[in-house]
């Protein structure tokens, strides 16, 4: 019974609710007309309210019928909006109505950062601020008005300085922001932005006098960047949301917050292959705050340069530059103390030998044209750069020309490491570009203010060891001291050995270095000849290989020690290890072990070096068979020890010579072919030779077709003549799908 009387109520229910239903229809004749949308400010800011910085607006939207879809506000901050806003609600709702749909900022947010735009002429802008809100019928609500105020000075000019890199860092370049600036050298403009070129940039900086700490006043710059010697105006990048450059164009930059920018060559010849780098040029900058008010023109920021071409395939146009540093000795201490060569004969040497290896480079080319399709000029000039009291280094205008320039200091230098640095610095600012060095001579690490052996600590201040590990991939240096202030550096070097076939062995000319004069002391070998520790093995973006060591004269003497007492290392009643004396190294023979405290004779089973734990060769060891009744050998005990053995130097069998190329790696995949590509674009090379050549005896090598120091010569033209790019490809056959 329960359960039918449920039915039924049920039934009538749903009789009752259609009849409502259709009833209701009838009687409206359709549904009821959509009812516009409520719009409404939130408490904050208040209505009158006046800011020196743009503030916050928030508001919020009510639809009795439906969904608020969007709001829309409009600032007036014009003269005919205030006039209606004070003439009453009829002038105030004419002049909305005459309002374009355009001048109606939508957002769908319940807020936004409102700037009120300053007035032209005027320091303090009534503005009247217009809010409604629009319905998902398209019905807008009235529109709800608050004015409020803008005080608004004009930001300080904003002021810029060169965007240095740490190896630029110098007293005569400022560091600090400035209204103008000038650059005092002259710049490269390369080609594109690698991982030795940095471009020429500039950072900046402005402030603006409303800006308070809880309501810093953002800042936008624009920039322009003009060839005042020919009037071109350099391109801009034109960047995507990603801030991917998509394109380039000239004139004034867009306003943007960002407070950098770099320029490279490219741009200029994306816009026009024929732009004229080289001259004059100019960088503007100007700021506005957000109520994009600029400073005042009378104190306009700027920052002035020159800078010069240094692109492959426009510039480079030369081989090779000789920069000869070689000091020329004065009459007296220079010849009698320092043993200087007469600088005469230098130049006279290298005019010979430098066109003879040249030649002699583009036969050995000639035979592999593939590795290397372009022939190598028998060309080079000379610039003399001795006077290191005047500001003669080489000019940047003069290196670009050159290929490859090759610094020769065969007399030792006797120049502040200063003088060196602002030589050197044209020197880097040429390799970053692409530009190609090599170094030789005698004493070469102190020439740059090195005087001990020791790790390089590349920092900003240590300059020379930045440039070692930087431009040479050097780890370590020894540099020898003079020959009349250290005389434990004995005159040693004897030549230089090799493991590659095409470079002969040297060897030093000894009637030559005889006529040298070191402090009323000659030699037959040659002193104050450095040497070095390369860093690490080959990398992806570094290749370094050694080409000649030390070949001590030492090697091949021998001397002789008497009663000398060797270090007792280890020893059994009937067996002792000996060490003997310090820089007593190859033990050839030894002819008496006594010991004096047991009064007893030993035998010499063995000379060996001990074996380390890595499995390299340590020091030397005299292995001695000892009288068991006199008991195990201690260190205590009187030793006399009688042997020969060859006197090698720390110097001998290292590196004195080694070339170095710096790379940066591109890689794209081929979607096609599923394969990578990798490319090795070469940023530069390098060369170092820490003896001078000119002190070689140049024998002529028949198989090698001329003289030792041309084929030298040779081998580094070839070296500082390889194409600059290379690449290999890896990977599956199979395209991608």
Same mark, same amino acid.
């Given at each position: ?16 609710? &259609? ?51 969007? +709001? #829309? ?19 105030? %709702? #004419? ?88 650059? *005092?050298?002259?710049?490269?403009? @390369? ?10 940039? =500039?950072?900046?900086? @402005? ?27 350099? /391109? ?95 009459? &007296? ?94 020197? #880097? ?18 020439? +740059? ?21 930087? $431009? ?16 434990? %550096?004995?005159?040693?070097? @004897? ?9 002969? &062995? ?26 070095? @520790? ?38 059994? /009643? ?43 060769? &340590? ?14 050998? #201690? ?11 060859? *006197? ?42 820490? =003896? ?7 024998? $002529? ?17 070839? +070296? =500082? ?17």
């Amino acid at each position: 019974m329960l359960h039918r009387t449920k039915v039924l109520l049920a039934v009538i229910l749903a009789i009752f609710l &259609g009849t409502s239903f259709w009833g209701c229809n009838r009687l409206g004749d359709g549904l009821s007309e959509n009812r516009a949308p409520e719009v409404h400010f939130v408490n904050i800011p208040l209505d009158s309210t006046t800011f020196s910085y743009a503030p916050v607006v928030r508001w919020y939207g009510y639809d009795a019928d439906g969904l608020v879809n969007a +709001f #829309q506000y409009h600032d007036a901050g014009d003269t005919a909006a205030v006039n209606a806003y004070r003439a009453g609600d009829a002038a105030l %709702q #004419q002049y909305i109505n005459s309002l374009p749909a355009s001048a109606w900022v939508t957002t769908y947010s319940n807020a936004d950062t409102v700037y009120l735009r300053r007035a032209a002429d005027t320091t303090i802008t009534e503005h009247v601020f217009m809010l409604r809100c629009v319905d998902d019928k398209g019905a807008f609500s009235s529109v709800k008005v608050r004015t409020f105020f803008r005080t608004n000075n004009p930001p300080y000019a904003p002021s810029v300085k060169w965007a240095l890199d740490v190896t630029r860092t110098s007293p005569d370049r400022p560091q600090d922001y400035q209204l103008h600036y000038d650059i *005092p050298d002259t710049l490269f403009w @390369g080609d594109t932005l690698t991982s030795t070129y940095p471009g020429i940039g =500039f950072l900046w900086k @402005g402030s603006d006098p409303d800006s308070r700490a809880l309501n810093v006043i953002p800042l936008t710059y624009s920039y322009m960047l003009q060839n005042e010697t020919t009037g071109e105006i350099f /391109p801009y990048a034109i960047r995507d949301d990603s801030n991917h450059v998509v394109g380039y164009a000239q004139g004034w930059s867009p306003w943007s917050s960002e407070a950098q920018v770099t320029f490279a060559a490219a741009a200029a010849f994306a816009v026009d292959p024929n732009f004229q780098l080289d001259g004059s040029y100019k960088f503007y900058l100007k700021v506005r705050d957000d109520g994009l008010t600029e400073s005042t023109p009378d104190s306009v920021c700027w920052a002035t340069f020159r800078a010069v071409s240094a692109v492959e395939g426009r510039n480079f146009d030369r081989q090779l530059l000789v920069v000869d540093w070689t000091a020329h000795p004065t009459a &007296g201490i220079d010849s009698t103390n320092f043993g200087m060569r007469n600088d005469q004969e230098i130049t006279d040497f290298y005019n010979a030998v430098i066109p003879e290896g040249l030649a002699l480079a583009e036969q050995w080319r000639a035979l592999n044209p593939l590795a290397n399709p372009t022939p190598i000029p028998n060309q080079y000039d000379w610039y003399l750069d001795k006077d290191f009291t005047l500001n003669n280094r080489v000019p940047i205008d003069h290196i670009r020309h050159y290929k490859w320039v090759w610094v020769i200091s065969d007399n030792l230098s006797r120049n502040a490491p200063t003088d060196i640095q602002s030589r050197v610095k044209v020197l #880097q600012e040429y390799m970053k570009v692409g530009g190609q060095v090599l170094f030789s001579g005698r004493g070469v690490f102190r020439d +740059f203010g090195l005087t001990q052996c020791g790790d390089l600590v590349p920092t900003a201040s240590n300059w020379a060891d930045r440039h070692f590990r930087d $431009y040479h991939n050097l780890s370590t240096v020894c540099a020898k001291g003079q020959q009349a202030t250290n005389m434990s %550096q004995a005159a040693d070097f @004897g030549g230089a050995t090799t493991t590659d076939r095409l470079l002969p &062995g040297l060897e030093v000319d000894t009637a030559l270095v005889h006529r040298m004069i070191y402090h009323s002391q000659r030699y037959y070998c040659l002193p104050e000849v450095d040497y070095f @520790g390369r860093s690490g093995a080959a990398s992806g973006t570094e290749y370094t290989v050694s080409l000649y060591n030390y070949n001590s004269c030492s090697s091949l003497a021998s001397d002789s020690a008497f009663n000398v007492d060797c270090m007792v290392v280890s020893s059994t /009643p009937s067996r002792a290890n000996l060490r003997p004396a310090a820089g007593h190294t190859r033990i050839l023979n030894v002819s008496r072990v006594f010991n004096a405290t047991r009064g007893v004779a030993g035998e010499v089973i063995a000379v060996d070096r001990e074996i380390l734990p890595s499995g390299l060769p &340590g020091e030397w060891r005299i292995v001695v068979s000892t009288p068991a009744t006199a008991g195990a050998w #201690q260190d205590s005990d009187s030793l006399q020890v009688d042997y020969t053995y060859i *006197p090698i130097q720390p110097s001998h069998d290292q590196p004195v010579a080694t070339n170095y190329i710096r790379y940066q790696s591109v890689i794209t995949y081929n979607r096609d072919q599923g394969r990578f590509n990798i490319e090795l674009w070469t940023r530069f090379r390098s060369g170092l030779f820490t =003896f001078p050549l000119s002190f070689i005896k140049n024998d $002529y090598v028949p198989e090698m077709g001329g003289t030792k120091v041309a084929a030298v010569i040779a081998y580094e033209a070839l +070296f =500082f003549n390889q194409p600059r790019v290379f690449s290999t490809n890896f990977g599956g056959g199979r395209p991608n799908p």
